[in-house]
């Protein structure tokens, strides 16, 4: 059976995770195993392979020489412990270089297993028909969504949790759309309730956008509204979770059966047995981090988040800011659908679980294409979270890296003005991805195939960037072909946002990947290749 992945979590516990999956009608919750996996490239090869590393055959970054390769995978607690020894043997003559050790366990699990997944034959074979609720990464293989579905409508319902904090002041909302109920927490230096007729307020608001969408995409009408005002915010704390863990204890279930280890008022459980049972998802919208938000109530770790990124624009710094709050939480509450229709389909175009999705989507979806394409074609990534690539230790020994792209320099050419002649005004689109595309015509125009130099095809083993370059260039102009063929079915789509990293000019401070790859890009033109052209500089 496929797990439709909703939410890959962190826990305290490094290297352990909590994946949430829909599997059939019910939401499952199972712990996952993320090893921590990098690569030792030395010159004197190992007697024989050991339990926690094997030789492999990989293609290493800026076509450096492969010498005698192996993989390390060493649990995540194992690894932090003993990081001093590990560095310190790492640091021998005889090693060139330790490629990977920069990527993160979480983005790592999202490239091997996206957002449909299933436990592999191996690992079905060593449980025989037990269940199990503990999994290591390696026992899940991904799937395509060509072969299943993932999370469509009707198959998981959704809670809504508001929260907008300004100095002292805090407005909570949680909405429950299958029960048309809402409590309303207001967070004040004095317990002072001001708010409007909570009901009038979201029959106006509903009435007014329904004007301007359809049925489908607004929650029900006449909710039921339950308002609390407090001067303290643990007492706020213990409300919510009291809301929120009654839902939970009714709407999914661990693998072995098992309720939570929570103790809940009885009263309060009655007000939730005539709830219909079924996967549920917290969608959260908050100007605090989940973590933060999540350390104040820890019921939000039993349920699968996920996260609304939208601003939220409003003063609480005048008299009627209750009201002025109430509206913009229920004008939020109202559009809810339609961002979270907006997300699952981010979600099944990027391949990537709807409670994983990251604020700026495009940048992390590129990195998240690009680093499955090298994976794909046997390369290991460069990723690093600065603006250098991971070369294995050796950064600074390549001078590539000293010139840096001003990334303030503007593209725009415009110049307006009365002319004699006839003047055309040209709208191009996707210009930067199809100059990837057809960039293995740009040697014949510059002159380059004649000379012997070109971007992909490689005459010599020795030329040692250029065969990196290929292989990059290769598994690039893939991701762009893809995003280009999506742009003409979908002009407005996933695939528009896809493309932004190239059409901004790749080397966006927040991608992990791509930046490297332009960085690089940027210097190639020293060895006489490709980056005449101006290839993603557009």
């Known amino acids: 059976m496929p797990w439709q992945i909703v939410q890959i979590a962190e826990t305290a516990q490094p290297g352990l995770y909590r994946l949430w999956a829909v599997m059939g009608n019910d939401l499952h919750c199972m712990k996952l195993h993320i090893p921590r996996v990098f690569y030792v490239n030395q010159k004197v090869p190992k007697q024989e392979d050991g339990a926690n590393y094997r030789k492999v055959n990989r293609m290493l970054p800026r076509s450096n020489i492969v010498y005698f390769l192996y993989e390390y995978s060493v649990p995540e607690d194992m690894y932090q412990e003993h990081i001093n020894e590990i560095n310190a043997d790492l640091a021998a003559p005889d090693i060139e270089g330790v490629y990977e050790t920069q990527v993160p366990l979480l983005f790592r699990a999202l490239v091997q297993l996206g957002c449909v997944c299933m436990v592999n034959k191996q690992a079905l074979r060593t449980l025989a028909g037990r269940e199990a609720d503990t999994f290591e990464l390696e026992n899940l293989e991904m799937r395509s969504l060509a072969q299943f579905s993932y999370l469509e409508p009707g198959s998981i319902r959704h809670i809504y949790l508001y929260h907008h904090?300004?100095?002292?002041?805090?407005?909570?909302?949680?909405?429950?759309?299958?029960?048309?109920k809402a409590s309303i927490f207001i967070l004040d230096t004095v317990r002072s309730n001001q708010m409007p007729n909570l009901s009038t307020l979201y029959g106006v608001e509903r009435t007014a956008l329904l004007e301007k969408t359809t049925e489908?995409?607004?929650?029900?009408?006449?909710h039921t509204f339950e308002v609390r005002a407090e001067n303290d915010i643990k007492a706020i704390y213990r409300a919510l979770q009291r809301t929120l863990l009654t839902t939970s204890m009714l709407n999914y279930k661990v693998n072995n059966n098992?309720?939570?280890?929570?103790?809940?008022?009885?009263?309060s459980m009655l007000n939730y047995k005539e709830e219909r049972r079924g996967p549920t998802l917290i969608a959260v919208q908050s100007n605090w981090e989940l973590r933060r938000l999540a350390a104040g109530m820890g019921v939000l770790e039993e349920f699968p988040v996920v996260p609304v990124h939208v601003a939220d624009d409003i003063s609480y710094n005048v008299l009627d800011w209750q009201r002025h709050g109430a509206r913009r939480m229920i004008r939020h509450y109202l559009n809810l659908d339609s961002c979270l229709s907006q997300a699952f389909d981010m979600a099944r175009y990027y391949h990537l679980p709807v409670g994983n999705l990251p604020q700026d989507v495009s940048i992390f979806g590129s990195d998240l294409f690009l680093a499955r394409h090298l994976r794909k074609h046997n390369h290991l990534l460069w990723m690093s979270p600065t603006t250098r690539p991971d070369l294995g230790g050796r950064e600074a020994d390549d001078s590539r890296l000293v010139m840096e792209s001003d990334d303030r320099v503007s593209v725009e050419i415009n110049a307006p003005g009365c002319y004699s002649t006839v003047c055309v005004e040209l709208d191009l689109q996707s210009l930067a991805v199809?100059?990837?595309?057809?960039?293995?015509?740009?040697?014949d125009m510059e002159g380059g195939a004649s000379l012997g130099v070109s971007f992909d095809?490689?005459?010599q083993a020795s030329l040692g960037l250029g065969v990196w370059v290929g292989g990059w260039a290769r598994s690039y102009r893939g991701l762009a072909a893809l995003w280009r063929a999506s742009s003409l079915l979908y002009d407005h789509g996933p695939s528009s946002h896809a493309a932004q990293p190239v059409k901004k000019g790749l080397p966006a401070v927040s991608s992990n990947v791509m930046k490297v790859s332009n960085t690089t890009l940027n210097h190639i033109d020293e060895e006489g290749s490709y980056c005449s052209s101006n290839v993603m500089k557009v």
Do not use: W
């Not at 904090?165 to 048309?180: C, E, N, T």
């Not at 199809?434 to 040697?443: A, D, G, R």
């Open 258 to 267: 098992s309720m939570l280890n929570y103790k809940v008022n009885n009263n």
């Open 165 to 180: 904090s300004q100095g002292h002041k805090a407005l909570f909302g949680v909405f429950i759309p299958s029960q048309r």
């Open 434 to 443: 199809n100059t990837i595309l057809q960039s293995q015509h740009v040697n």
């Open 216 to 222: 489908d995409l607004l929650p029900p009408e006449k």
């Open 457 to 459: 095809v490689i005459q």
